[in-house]
Each structure stands twice: as C-alpha cells, then as structure tokens.
C-alpha cells in the first residue's frame, strides 16, 4: 500500500547542530509539505514544494531549508538547530489540481538540547 | 488567506450528536472548507470536506449556510475514540498556505 514515512521518529540533539529530518511517499503525489507543531497549538507551515526542483517558504521558514530533488521525498534540514526549533515535525503529501485531502506522516518529535 | 475561529474544547458523551461550528467570514470564493481529526502522537487525518450546502460521508456531516461564513462539523452517535482535536480549515490548493488553527478538543466520556 501506498504510504507516507518520517524518520527518525524521535531525535534528541544539541544546539548549532545540522540536523535532516526524512519524509518519504510513495503515492507520487507533487505537492509535499512540512509542518510544525508545538504543544497545544495547531500546525505552522514550514515550507512546500509542487514538485521536482521546486521549494516555497511557508510562514515560519526561517532556520529551515528543503530540497527535492525526486517525487518521493522531501527532507527538512534545520542548518543549526537552536532550542526554540524543539518541536513535533509532520510531513504531508496531496496530488496536485485539486482540493484533494493532505496525507501526514506519522510525525518526527525533534528536542533541541 | 482566510482565518478560522473554533471552540478551543467542548466535551460530550458516548452516543451523543456532537456539532462543532466554525467561523470563517473572510472565506473567499475559491476555498473550500476541510476538517482534520488529529489523535495524540498521530499526524491529522481528512475528516470530510465540501464548498456548499451539506456534504456527507461515512464518517461525519458537513453543513454549510449560504453565506459560506460559518460551517459545522456534525459527527453522529460520538463514542470514546472520537476523542481528538478537530481542525477547520479554509483555503483553495494552488495557494497552498492552507492554515491551521488551534482546533477544537473534543473530549467524549462515557
């Protein structure tokens, strides 16, 4: 079955770190998403791609950056990881041309020490 | 982009009709209105979406006035794991920046 996968699922590291976080799908959607969520609050868009080579800043980009090089992925790297990036990480996918329904992944809980 | 306005929580009981209203008075002609269910450590999940009038599927109801400046998330004859944050969701998909909000916490009991 066609599905949409984050890892790691858990990740503990430290301030001024580099750290990628894997988002992988295998529905061949185009548009891929990346969210975070802090506790008790909803999600804020990180940033978005509509397809191949293409990257858009969502509403809270800065200290993050993407990349897609193929259909299937969408890794997030936080070039230096600072304490306020400690969060929980969701990966989503949607065909393109319609208002079809987001698929998140299972989620990425990410401490920045 | 339009801004949503939902109940931070309400609370009900198994077998009970629960509405969740959202308000969206900016909602702009293009968008369609989406909800999401979320359950805790789990990434949301499409409940049921629609643009006019009343959509139904499955799982739950969707009511929309005329106006488009409201809806309502109907879910039938609740039961303890329809415990979950609810989220409404205004935006049409080549913008893309579909927002959401704090949601509603819905807390069912038995």
């Known amino acids: 079955d066609a599905e949409i996968t984050q890892s790691p699922r858990h990740k503990i590291t430290e301030t001024g770190r580099q750290v990628t976080l894997a988002c992988h799908q295998t529905?061949?959607?185009?548009?891929m998403f990346w969210y975070r969520q802090d506790l008790g609050h909803g999600l804020r868009l990180i940033h978005y791609?509509?397809?191949?080579?293409?990257?858009n800043k969502g509403e809270v980009s800065d200290g993050y950056s993407v990349s897609r090089s193929n259909t299937e992925d969408l890794p997030l790297t936080l070039e230096s990881a600072a304490s306020s990036q400690t969060s929980v990480y969701f990966c989503?996918?949607?065909?393109?041309?319609?208002?079809?329904?987001?698929?998140f992944g299972p989620g990425t809980r990410l401490t920045v020490l | 982009l339009a801004k949503t306005t939902q109940p931070i929580s309400m609370d009900s009981y198994e077998g009970q009709e629960v509405n969740i209203t959202c308000s969206h008075n900016?909602?702009?002609?293009?968008?369609?209105i989406t909800w999401y269910q979320q359950f805790p450590s789990q990434g949301p999940r499409f409940i049921i979406q629609?643009?006019?009038t009343k959509v139904t599927n499955e799982v739950a109801s969707l009511f929309i006035p005329a106006d488009r400046k409201s809806s309502t998330l109907s879910l039938p004859r609740v039961s303890l794991s329809d415990t979950a944050v609810y989220y409404c969701?205004?935006?049409?998909?080549?913008?893309?920046?579909?927002?959401f909000g704090s949601g509603t916490r819905l807390s069912i009991r038995p």
């Open positions: 989503a996918s949607r065909p393109s041309g319609s208002e079809d329904e987001q698929f």
């Open positions: 529905w061949n959607h185009n548009n």
């Open positions: 791609s509509y397809g191949v080579q293409d990257t």
């Open positions: 900016n909602i702009a002609t293009n968008d369609y």
């Open positions: 629609g643009y006019k």
């Open positions: 969701l205004v935006g049409y998909s080549s913008a893309s920046k579909i927002i």
